[in-house]
């Protein structure tokens, strides 16, 4: 089932919803400390954990697949790990098609597969709440959401509090550059010493497409906005966009309505790979998608830091 994420968790303050969730919210706080007394396991393989605190839509992916990048040109065998979700197919093919992925139900198993085939790195797309001794971690955000309301899960988007910045040493902060200044003072005044990267989304085939046409675009990816905000950025004319829930899985009545509704408004059609992966594939010739990538504004320092 494809849940879309309510509305009030992305506003800037807690609202009455919020508020009476609090109650569930504290429970669930409680029962994932008691599991983070849990001894952390060991593996002898170096490990880079790209996870977040803000739930769906950081940009995991895309910094893990461009940190494997890195480590491919310093000639650094790595490799992508993922722990299996039958809904997370689009992503698991991306990170397929850039490198080489273990999939397992405990991501322990799929670090012991990897350390067997002598992997010398081991990069976690997400598992930043899981029993594992990580060598580097990243915590990412999209500049757009933010922390939400600031309240954890049910009354907010938030895994853990953003006060849990006091024990990590490294943010990500993905997007189009919006807020930078805002977040980053935010950020300082918890943890005064942490050190905070920032990436941009670039479009790899814009070629294809043109300015003088309109265009619908749809997705259903945890930064929704983030993606019109990049189509916006680079000209291109958005008559309409539609947002579905965070791995969203279509159906042909859903593309047969996205058809007919970019036929009936004269427009082309954009969605994002993710999506595209996800779609019927006798249903998509009229869909394309924008191939990005995820560009650091500051690469050397990333790559001092990994290395």
């Known amino acids: 089932m494809n849940l879309k994420k309510p509305k009030f968790w992305d506003y800037k303050k807690p609202n009455i919803y919020a508020y009476l969730l609090l109650p569930f919210a504290f429970v669930l706080k409680i029962l994932i400390l008691l599991k983070k ?10 490990t880079i954990c790209i996870g977040n605190i803000y739930v769906g839509g950081t940009g995991k992916t895309s910094l893990s697949i461009k940190i494997n990048e890195i480590l491919d040109k310093k000639k650094i065998k790595s490799c992508f790990i993922k722990k299996f979700y039958k809904d997370q197919i689009d992503e698991q093919k991306i990170l397929k098609s850039r490198g080489k992925l ?9 670090l ?7 992997y010398e790195v081991a990069i976690l797309d ?5 029993s594992i001794n990580y060598n580097l971690s990243f915590v990412c955000f999209n500049n757009i959401n933010w922390i939400g309301n600031g309240l954890t899960i049910p009354a907010g988007p938030l895994r853990e509090s953003i006060k849990s910045l ?3 040493q490294h943010v990500f902060l993905n997007g189009n550059l919006e807020n930078i ?10 943890n005064s010493k942490i050190k905070i990267h920032i990436g941009k989304y670039v479009p790899l085939n814009l070629h294809e497409f043109a300015s003088h046409n309109k265009y619908l675009v749809f997705s259903g990816i945890g930064n929704h906005q983030t993606f019109i905000s990049m189509i916006k950025e680079y000209g291109l004319n958005i008559h309409k966009d539609i947002e ?7 159906s042909k009545f859903d593309v047969s309505r996205i058809l007919t509704e970019a036929n009936n408004s004269n427009c082309k059609i954009i969605t994002t790979e993710k999506d595209y992966l996800r779609l019927d594939n006798n249903n998509h010739s009229e869909i394309k998608f924008i191939k990005t990538e995820l560009q ?4 050397e320092r990333l790559i001092n830091t990994i290395i």
């Not at 007394?37 to 170096?46: D, G, M």
């Open 37 to 46: 007394k849990i001894k952390k396991e060991q593996i002898n393989l170096k």
């Open 102 to 110: 273990f999939l397992s139900s405990k991501r322990i198993d799929a």
């Open 112 to 118: 012991n597969q990897a350390k067997n085939e002598n």
């Open 126 to 130: 997400d598992g930043l709440q899981d």
């Open 166 to 168: 006091k024990k990590y």
């Open 181 to 190: 200044g805002i977040i980053e003072k935010q950020i300082f005044e918890i």
């Open 244 to 250: 579905f829930p965070d791995h969203y899985t279509y």
């Open 296 to 299: 650091i504004v500051d690469e």
